[in-house]
């Protein structure tokens, strides 16, 4: 573990039952509407491509913040006993 | 011929994508059913894909999502949904005794069960209902303030939850008028689609804005990284038999909860799953036995009870008279232009249309996920745990919301929005649930209109 790592060790905060760490947090919620809502204002105005261009932002944003945000869960596996 | 050959298959097209994406949401943790059924549905419909290709769609997604949030349960103690959460306990006696994929297996096999059971017995009973449909929904704005004090009165702050009803109605036709008022929505168009996902997502719209709060961030507990540890196993060979993973009593056991299940399409599931869970087993006197017949039966009862909230009110009455029909499948009643609830998937479809939707979605979902359920558990939820983070699903569904917000009525919409996330995860938190706010959205109009 880095020490940038051991610092954030206690600054997560529960919302909707899971951790988060607040900064992450913010640069999420900004990404995903800025590509949903980007998405949806951007597309000619016929509808429903507006929607369709608006789900496609949807799920970049989604994809991008799981690439460059990491879960605030350790993970490993433990042999049979 | 040939149309009905492409419609089915994109029905089955549907029905994988639903089946893997909410396979992935399903395990991770602490996804409410509504909060990630409900926007990804209301887009589907507003997009304006075939009717009978959104109800297949949707059958495969609760089927998987009912199916894979009792994963993360079983391997570690986390509840995948609300749904999931009365199974914990009972999960946790196998994990004690080093039997996760018991836990597993047994579950998967109790939502098979589940399905087999609900999807006959709920055609039937919706076509046992149907005679009286019409005159139910003659009747529907009496029906859901009804709807909405029932559940009330069943909620623990019922008090408070019956004094919201009328405030909360009051603010819905505020923002309606105040829109018409201004010009932003034309007179005969009423918001619908935005304030419901408000609703839905209120508790998370009320706990972000409070975080703009320094002091109530101080004063939130801090917390480090979660831990999570698996035991490997090795894989399973062959083709799994629910039939033979599940004992005869268990098999007996979860089809007598899922048939309790289907009758009570109406009540609360979570409510149902605790009740009749524990009444079924408490007399087993042995912790393993008890515990694998409790986690068997209660997946069932799940299963059941959702694909019959669904289905009867659908098929039957056409408007939402279930907490999973009036929240996860919300949608599939109300999205206007698209559906209203006097032209919806009740009146587009036809019965022979609801049998294939419902077939084709349950036999591709149960197949796929109760498979790869069985195969691969493990591999999946390390695969959430590791890559997925928290803060990635919550920008998805803000996103959405922020989209069909725009859409329903431009930028003040947006606000309009928060005020009614805050003030619906405000009485979410004081134990007023969904089901008592969804029913009051619907009452609304007639309700304020009784006023003057």
Known sequence: MSIKDQNKDVENIEVWEDLVHIRDLVICLVICSLTTLGGYLIAPNEPPTPLIVGLIGAVVGFILCSIIIKPKRTFRYEEEK | MEMDLVLILHMIIASLAGTVLYTLIGIAPGTDETAVLAPVTMVMVLTGFEPIVILTFFISAIIAKKLTDSIPVAIAGIPGGVMSAPMVEHAMVLKKHGMPEVSIRKMASGSVIGTIVAVPLSLLLANFILPFGDTLSQYANQVFLGGAVFLALMTKSRWFALLSILPFAFLIQGLRNFYWEIGVVPEDTTVFTSFFLGITLGPVILKLVELLNRKVRDRLPRYGIKEIILTKRTPEKGFPNPFKILTKKEVGTSSIASFFGVLTFFMSPVGMTIFLGETLTSRIKEPIKRASRAVSSMDGLTNAAYISGTLIPLIAIGLPLS????????????????????????????????????????VVAI??????????AQQICAFVFRYIPHEAMLGLFIGLVLML?????????????????LVAG??????????????TLYAAPWLVSLFF
């Open chain 2, 323 to 362: 907490p999973t029909a009036i929240g996860p499948g919300g949608a599939l009643f109300n999205a206007p232009p698209v559906f209203t609830p006097e032209n919806n998937i009740h009146h587009m479809l036809s019965m022979g249309d609801f049998v294939l939707a419902t077939i084709i979605g349950s």
């Open chain 2, 367 to 376: 197949s796929i996920t109760f498979y790869i359920t069985i195969k691969y």
């Open chain 2, 405 to 421: 917000s725009y859409m329903d009525a431009g930028i003040l919409n947006i606000f309009g929005v928060i005020l009614v996330g």
């Open chain 2, 426 to 439: 405000f009485l979410h938190r004081k134990g007023v649930n969904y089901g008592v706010q969804f029913m």
